[in-house]
């Protein structure tokens, strides 16, 4: 595998369901984000990660919750979701010091 | 606080005409620029990006762009448009120093018209 990686590729879901989208970066960086990305709504950063430490939390629902076990892997676990979650969701990594990051090919999310 | 606009979120052009997007920011510290590119059910791939070096900036596929600090602009420009370009484009911008989120316009969404 190369570049950065995202599982599953498409996810349905009910709003009871608990469910888990991963990602996982093959370039050595030591920085992970996740964005949501809904139609006709500009790209959402959502969780910030930098050393596997949490360094932003853009205001995001408690139903969402990240996990950073370490450099090469992010995970966001989802719990009672609502329809309006439905969206694209999309990772992305960079190294410390630089900006350009590198965007995996996302999880299509839709809640039922 | 950083913001990018895109204008027109849709555009239009003859297959080898010239492709134009817009791009204008507000940031309060020097920006770090990007434009990225995002086929149908696919992630963003990076263009090309301005960090304070060169005010003309050339990216892959034959995209560059121009940071004019006074218009606070950085438009997308490729001389000769190929059916292979059409795609979303989004302009980021970011702060810089390293694990900073980008803040992503809108999106334009660039027809090719045969």
């Known amino acids: 595998e190369t570049g950065v990686t995202q599982t599953p590729r498409h996810l349905v879901m009910g709003m009871t369901n608990k469910k888990s989208l991963k990602c996982e970066q093959h370039?050595?960086?030591?920085?992970m984000y996740w964005y949501k990305q809904s139609a006709k709504k500009p790209l959402e950063l959502m969780f910030v990660?930098?050393?596997?430490?949490?360094?932003e939390n853009n205001s995001v629902p408690s139903r969402f919750s990240p996990e950073c076990p370490n450099s090469s892997h992010l995970f966001l676990h989802l719990h009672t979701l609502q329809p309006e979650d439905s969206a694209l969701y999309l990772c992305?990594?960079?190294?410390?010091?630089?900006?350009?990051?590198?965007f995996g090919p996302g999880t299509r999310l839709t809640v039922l | 606080a950083q913001s990018v606009t895109q204008l027109g979120s849709h555009v239009s052009v003859s297959e080898g005409a010239l492709v134009l997007l817009r791009c204008n920011y507000s940031s309060s510290v020097p920006p770090y620029l990007f434009w990225y590119v995002q086929y149908p059910n696919q992630g963003l791939q990076l263009l090309l990006k301005?960090?304070?070096?060169?005010?003309l900036v050339k990216g892959i596929n034959g995209f560059e762009a121009e940071f004019k600090k006074s218009e606070t602009s950085f438009h997308l420009t490729k001389p000769s448009a190929h059916m292979s370009d059409a795609a979303e484009y989004f302009c980021a911008v970011t702060s810089g120093g390293g694990a900073d989120g980008l803040t992503f316009g809108k999106g334009t969404h660039l027809i090719i018209q045969p």
């Open positions: 370039l050595g960086h030591n920085a």
């Open positions: 990660y930098s050393l596997e430490e949490r360094v």
């Open positions: 301005y960090t304070s070096a060169a005010t």
């Open positions: 992305a990594s960079s190294q410390r010091g630089h900006d350009e990051q590198f």
